[in-house]
């Protein structure tokens, strides 16, 4: 659900990509969205564009965490 109403919108359902960059496989823009703490930096703080910072929105480090062990299983 933490995915679904904060991230399809810009990066899919399947996590491919839309208005924002894939997620998944090996053509991700920001290559430190490879690993768990790379993503997890990126959501707390934000990147370059128009991601900006799900801390600042408010968003709990656990429902971060969600989203990267959801986003782990869609690169299957």
């Known amino acids: 659900k933490v995915y679904e ?11 491919t990509g ?11 823009v920001y290559r430190q969205t490879l690993t768990d703490p790379g993503m997890f930096s990126i959501i707390y703080g934000g990147a370059s564009g128009a991601m900006q ?6 968003m709990k480090q656990d429902d971060m965490l969600k989203i990267i ?6 690169d299957k």
Do not use: M, Q
Not at 5 to 15: K, L
Not at 53 to 58: E, K, L, N, V
């Open 5 to 15: 109403s904060n991230w399809i919108v810009c990066h899919g359902a399947d996590g």
């Open 69 to 74: 062990a959801y986003v782990r299983t869609l």
């Open 18 to 28: 839309k208005r924002g960059p894939t997620l998944v496989g090996k053509d991700v």
């Open 53 to 58: 910072s799900f801390h600042r929105r408010g």
